[in-house]
Nanobody
Framework: QVQVAESGGGLVQPGGPLRLSCAAS????????MAWYRQAPGKSRELVAA???????NYADSVKGRFTISRDNAKNTVTLQMSSLKPEDTAIYYC??????????WGQGTQVTVSS
C-alpha cells in the first residue's frame, strides 16, 4: 500500500519563500514520476511542476523562474521550493507519484496561503 504525505504548507507574505515536501512510502523502488499540483477555490486542479526519474523538471508557465522541484530517489521524496510567492499562488497543493506500472497515488494536500 503506497502512502503519500505532504508537509510544509502555511501562511506566507507576498514575495516570501516556502518549501513543500512530499514523502512516498510502501514501495521498494523509485517512482517513474513525481509532481506537484494545486487547486485554488473555485478552480480545477492544475499541474505546478513535475520531475521524471532522470531528474528532468517541467514547470507551469505561471511558476517558471520562481519554483524549483527536486527529488531524492533513494528516499522517494519530492520537494517544491517556492519563492517570490504571489497571492494567486494560494491553493491546496497536492503531491502525486506515478509508479512504473502507471499506478497513480495522491497525497491529502497541504494549504498554502499567500497574504499580507
Amino acid at each position: 500500500q503506497v502512502q503519500v504525505a505532504e508537509s510544509g504548507g502555511g501562511l506566507v507574505q507576498p514575495g516570501g519563500p516556502l518549501r513543500l515536501s512530499c514523502a512516498a512510502s510502501g514501495i521498494i523502488r523509485s517512482f517513474a514520476a513525481m509532481a506537484w499540483y494545486r487547486q485554488a477555490p473555485g478552480k480545477s486542479r492544475e499541474l505546478v511542476a513535475a520531475i521524471n526519474s532522470a531528474g528532468i523538471p517541467n514547470y507551469a508557465d505561471s511558476v517558471k523562474g520562481r519554483f524549483t522541484i527536486s527529488r531524492d530517489n533513494a528516499k522517494n521524496t519530492v520537494t517544491l521550493q517556492m519563492s517570490s510567492l504571489k497571492p494567486e499562488d494560494t491553493a491546496i497543493y497536492y503531491c502525486k507519484v506515478v509508479g512504473w506500472n502507471a499506478d497513480t497515488y495522491w497525497g491529502q494536500g497541504t494549504q498554502v496561503t499567500v497574504s499580507s
